[in-house]
């Protein structure tokens, strides 16, 4: 009770902070990097125990939830599920450790043995759902984007997915896609969660995002979102299976409840398939045709020319290998292919692109630089908040070796981070929780930047996607003129 106590005048403190918050009901727009020429280190860190408050404050607010009336729709964990996550804990206390490259580097031993321990403490007042969100909390502590645990891609977890996705655009959270049950959602802007103004619910979600830069929170907070399971743990319901949202399409606010449509379909692959269209849910683009970025998702690399502005766009959508053709002789198709239509410029689209293997890379770069664009006006790369890992790798390459153009908007991971993760499948409750193994140098090594600025930002809203405009290519298209 003591602990207990604790961390809730701790959350109503912060609590009270709260309320000097910018005006609720739209997430705030992205806040671009920009260099500072005086020599002063313009990024802001985070203050010493910054991250283990955060961390505190939101298990204050699963403390208090689980106490409530709430309990009644789920129980709590008994003695023998109690005994088994103290072991599965254990384990984590020595293997997170032995496995990360450097688990410290963002955090100090005694806030990760802190953090370990006030699981352990509330375990009696927790249950699964909310000790795997726990786990998640754990894992983003470390401070890298492959030290993670993700429910969207662990079946074991056994998360659900209310029946609407949400998308980040440039003006605010909206229903991208529902149900067909629930399609006049479809378009309606996110202003609360819970009776929570969409700036405070994406801030109770916040610990739990493992990333390399705040990206990783723009891509991962709506999908965390539509998780009742995650939802009730961070206290935006009372029952982990129904939650409240609050909805303005336009003609005023109004709350509308949901239920689970099912388990969360799993997001597994390098390849980012979050757009693609489901049987039984509609999209907000279904009566615009798809733009061609959106157009072959599946499809690991491709190209087509475009006649105007004499182009050719080239989608690669993993750092994998086809069977039978080769990225690097997929990239000499693509060159040729361009030179042969006398193209102006090349545009490479790597917002789908969640990694791979970077040994690849190579293929790539060389023969881009190699080309005859690799000139100032002539090379663009379109990049995104799914941009990442492998694909991260490439981007550091270009910046080094290229006269490219970025495009869009910044990438989810930077020049110099940890990467290559490892899993640590827990014996007890079979999770997986992961923790980077190496550390990647491709920048200078006093390179601090958050990611690479892009040099053409090109932001999208909600009316863009309905519509099927793509302004990050037509960004593009109009750069090279």
């Not at 709590?76 to 450790?97: G, N, S």
């Not at 049950?181 to 109770?204: H, N, T, Y």
């Not at 009566?287 to 499809?299: E, G, I, K, V």
């Amino acid at each position: 009770m003591q602990l207990k106590s604790c961390m809730l005048s701790v959350a109503r403190s912060r609590a009270g902070q709260a309320s000097s918050a910018p005006e609720p009901g739209s997430p705030s727009p992205i806040r671009m990097y920009t260099p500072n020429h005086s020599g002063a280190d313009p990024i802001q860190h985070p203050r010493p125990g910054a991250i283990l408050e955060d961390f505190v404050r939101v298990l204050a607010v699963i403390l208090a939830a689980s106490l409530s009336a709430s309990v009644a729709f789920a129980a709590p964990l008994d003695r023998a599920q109690i005994r088994l996550w103290r072991e599965d804990l254990a384990l984590l206390r020595t293997e997170m450790p032995a496995r990360h490259a450097n688990l410290f580097h963002s955090m100090t031993r005694a806030q990760f043995d802190s953090a370990l321990q006030a699981i352990d403490r509330a375990l009696p007042s927790l249950a699964r759902h909310q000790v795997i969100v726990e786990l998640e909390k754990l894992d983003a502590l470390v401070g890298d984007g492959h030290s993670n645990v993700s429910p969207w891609r662990d079946s074991t977890a056994q998360f659900h997915e209310l029946p609407i996705a949400l998308y980040w655009f440039e003006d605010g959270l909206f229903v991208r896609a529902a149900t067909v049950s629930q399609k006049a959602l479809v378009g309606s802007r996110v202003v609360g969660i819970g009776g929570v103004p969409v700036d405070q619910a994406i801030a109770r979600v916040r610990p739990l995002i493992s990333r390399d830069n705040e990206m990783g929170v723009r891509a991962w907070a709506p999908i965390l979102l539509t998780m009742p399971e995650v939802l009730h743990s961070v206290g935006l319901s009372a029952d982990p299976a129904r939650a409240t949202f609050s909805l303005d399409a336009g003609r005023g606010r109004r709350d509308v409840t949901l239920t689970p449509a099912g388990l969360f379909p799993m997001l597994t692959g390098e390849t980012d398939l979050t757009w693609a269209k489901r049987p039984g849910w509609m999209d907000a683009r279904d009566p615009a045709p798809d733009p061609l970025w959106l157009s072959d998702p599946t499809n690991k690399y491709w190209y087509r020319l475009l006649p105007e502005p004499r182009a050719l766009y080239c989608q690669i959508n993993a750092i994998q290998q086809k069977p039978g053709d080769s990225l690097r002789a997929f990239m000499a198709r693509a060159v040729h292919a361009a030179d042969s239509a006398r193209a102006e410029r090349f545009i490479l689209d790597l917002r789908l692109n969640g990694g791979g293997d970077g040994s690849w890379n190579r293929d790539i770069l060389r023969s881009l630089i190699k080309s005859r664009y690799d000139e100032p006006g002539r090379l663009f790369v379109i990049t995104g908040r799914r941009t990442w890992s492998a694909a991260q790798m490439l981007l550091n390459e270009l910046e080094n070796w290229s006269d490219a153009i970025f495009v869009g908007e910044p990438s989810a991971s930077r020049g110099n981070v940890y990467g290559d993760s490892k899993k640590i499948v827990l014996p007890n409750s079979h999770l997986t929780v992961r923790v980077s193994s190496l550390y990647w140098q491709q920048s200078d090594p006093r390179d601090t930047r958050p990611y690479i600025e892009v040099g053409v930002p090109a932001a999208m809203t909600f009316a863009d996607y309905a519509a099927g405009r793509d302004p990050a290519l037509e960004a593009a298209e109009r750069a090279g003129k």
